[in-house]
């Protein structure tokens, strides 16, 4: 035991000084912006207006990705599913079409599985349409669709910043303890 504290204190030692700021900002700067992100939705979302619509086709689609190997000895090929649904709604007199299930922002799935069951959800012959107001052609069928990006900034940035605050909390324990 005594070992492993003695690798961590010299570790703290190396990089508490400076080490948490090369943590902490960023951490924080990469949260920040993930909140940003999803708050924009968050907030836009609840003003839109809903409307029935029908669904006009739905299935499930593929793309094959080449993604380069982590050992860096080639690539490999992997297939994407994803949710592909069209669907028929009227705002005033007008008819709109939409595709998709949120607002520019649709999950990838790994499985195809996964994808039919989302396509699922949707294709009845009456749903839900949310669609904005200020803009009847922008719509979704689920309002809650961020992506992926704001998980992996937030995904990052918050274990970033919780090291570095551990960084200086350690760094402080220590410059206590010896002074």
Do not use: Q
Request: proline fraction near 4%; glycine fraction near 14%; include cysteine.
């Amino acid at each position: 035991m005594d070992e492993r504290l003695a690798s961590v204190g010299a570790f703290v030692e190396k990089w508490g000084g400076i080490g948490p700021l090369f943590c902490i900002f960023p951490g924080a700067l990469l949260t920040a912006v993930a909140l940003l992100w999803m708050s924009v939705h968050w907030v836009s979302a609840p003003g839109w207006a809903t409307v029935e619509g029908r669904v006009v086709s739905a299935g499930v689609s593929s793309s094959n990705y080449t993604v380069r190997r982590s050992s860096g000895s080639g690539t490999r090929s992997e297939t994407r599913y994803s949710a592909d649904i069209a669907y028929a709604y009227n705002v005033g007199g007008r008819d709109y079409t939409g595709r998709g299930i949120g607002d520019g922002e649709d999950w990838n799935y790994f499985s195809y599985e996964s994808a039919a069951d989302a396509v699922a959800r949707y294709n009845r012959p009456v749903l839900t349409v949310y669609y904005d107001p200020a803009d009847p052609g922008r719509s979704a069928l689920d309002t809650n669709i961020f992506g992926i990006v704001p998980w992996i900034l937030g995904g990052t940035g918050l274990p970033l910043l919780g090291f570095g605050l551990w960084l200086r909390r350690s760094r402080l324990a220590a410059t206590r303890d010896v002074g």
